[in-house]
């Protein structure tokens, strides 16, 4: 692997500087630090601090400069571009994203390339055959392709319409279905020796992807860009960092051309945030500034999502009882203050009706946990729309997101001690408890449970 050196003098040539910002321009940047005991991202300017974003080249160059000590290695940036990143809270509304980039992740392998770029030919065609083409580019990730749709291909009109992440949510999966049956059929004609082959939608509210000329995080590949036409010349020489050969017309588009397929894709997948709710989104991710890092499992956070949901369930095992039902009210609630929380802009608004409307058709029922109520199956579990949570759901989408940080026994022990300091009154009320209960520890959780492990050493 480059030493320090050799990656500061890659990052400070003007050609590779140019390009990183070009791309990393009103997005939120992750920057990953090379370490030998774990994967360190730096997010944010300093603890607490603003989203880290590049406001101009020079800016960028002396970023790089003033951090090389801590060895930066690759430089991702989000799918969203953003109205504004002045502070964390600009992460959280859904308003401020203005635009969003559409992106098939091929994960591939260096001893099949050719499977990646027949894979690549397949969708870039199946693009093609919807109108888009010159607003389409290709960028080698280390081992395998991300295909983009360039964001500002989609007119003003569209936005207006419908909301960035639906149309980039929407159209990446819309063309996978159609697609899939001839990727499966070619990928198990091949066969891999180094890593298995995948072909994913990622496109999520925190997604980011590799920038343009940045290098991969363990190979010394860079990541070069290049348009359809150039699939079949692909060599992996291109990925050099020593003398890259990089497209610099991945910028070009044609305003208008993704429309027509946007628009098709949304009408038959039905746009991100209808979907989000089955895809377990963590709301906020908030890792430590440098200044802070510590190479420890301690560094690792539980997402907003699960502290939501095991607070949740906590909740109603200490007031009802049962933990088979404390499990689905607990992911429930989390599912159903995401949603809300994502739907703030008013073009989303009308969507909760359909909570409504789904509860009168199917005469579902209501439980009253204290002043709340929440809509059940006849069986007895928690719903919102047509998607039951069951225990099992909680199982998958909680316990197994926690266990890898923390013995989620420990975690549950933490929560229900946590619960009964506070009297009987806060824990009735939705809004006492979100107020003084969740609010309070939902970035901090994981140092309640921390402490209490410690305790139970003494």
């Not at 149309?167 to 059929?185: H, Q």
């Not at 894709?265 to 209808?274: L, P, R, T």
């Amino acid at each position: 692997m480059l030493d320090l050196e050799k990656v500061q003098e890659y990052y400070l040539r003007d050609s590779v500087l140019d390009e990183i910002f070009e791309y990393c321009r009103s997005r939120w940047v992750a920057l990953e630090i090379k370490s030998a005991k774990e994967r360190v991202f730096f997010r944010y300017f300093w603890r607490n601090g603003p989203p880290l974003s590049f406001s101009t080249k020079d800016f960028l160059k002396n970023f790089i400069k003033k951090y090389s000590k801590l060895y930066p290695r690759t430089f991702y940036a989000s799918i969203n571009v953003y109205k504004s990143l002045a502070k964390r809270e600009d992460l959280e509304r859904a308003d401020n994203i203005v635009k969003a980039t559409p992106v098939w992740d091929i994960d591939g392998s260096l001893s099949n390339i050719k499977l990646t770029l027949n894979v690549a030919n397949i969708i870039v065609d199946e693009l093609e055959r919807h109108g888009l083409r010159e607003s389409v580019y290709l960028k080698w990730s280390g081992r395998g392709l991300h295909i983009h749709v360039n964001e500002n291909t989609f007119s003003e009109e569209l936005l207006r319409e419908h909301h960035p992440l639906d149309i980039a949510y929407s159209t990446v999966e819309y063309i996978l279905k159609r697609v899939w049956k001839k990727i499966d059929t070619i990928a198990k004609e091949k066969t891999l020796l180094e890593r298995p082959f995948k072909v994913e939608n990622k496109i999520d509210i925190q997604r980011v992807f590799t920038a343009p000329l940045s290098l991969h995080r363990e190979l010394d590949l860079a990541a070069v860009c290049f348009k359809p036409d150039s699939i079949n010349n692909f060599d992996l020489s291109w990925a050099n960092p020593q003398s890259p050969k990089h497209d610099k017309s991945w910028k070009n588009y044609v305003e208008g051309e993704g429309d027509q397929l946007a628009r098709t894709a949304i009408a038959e997948v039905g746009g991100y945030f209808q979907k989000y709710k089955e895809k377990n989104i963590e709301i906020t991710v908030k890792p430590e500034a440098p200044e802070t890092i510590k190479a420890s499992a301690s560094f690792e956070k539980i997402g907003r999502f699960q502290v939501m949901a095991i607070l949740q369930a906590a909740r109603y095992y200490i007031l009802k009882e049962d933990i088979e039902k404390a499990k689905s009210f607990g992911l429930n609630r989390a599912i159903f203050y995401a949603w809300a929380k994502h739907s703030k802009p008013t073009q989303y608004r009308g969507r909760v009706s359909t909570i409504t409307r789904y509860v009168v058709e199917k005469k579902l029922k209501f439980e009253k946990i204290g002043d709340e109520e929440a809509p059940v199956t006849e069986e007895g579990w928690f719903t919102i729309g047509d998607t039951v949570q069951t225990p099992k759901d909680f199982d998958r989408q909680i316990i197994q997101k926690i266990k890898p940080i923390i013995p989620f026994e420990l975690a549950w022990d933490t929560a229900l001690d946590y619960l009964k300091s506070f009297p009987k009154n806060i824990l009735e009320s939705q809004r006492e408890f979100f107020e003084k209960v969740y609010k309070p520890v939902r970035d901090t959780f994981i140092n309640l449970i921390q402490k209490r492990k410690s305790n139970e050493l003494i």
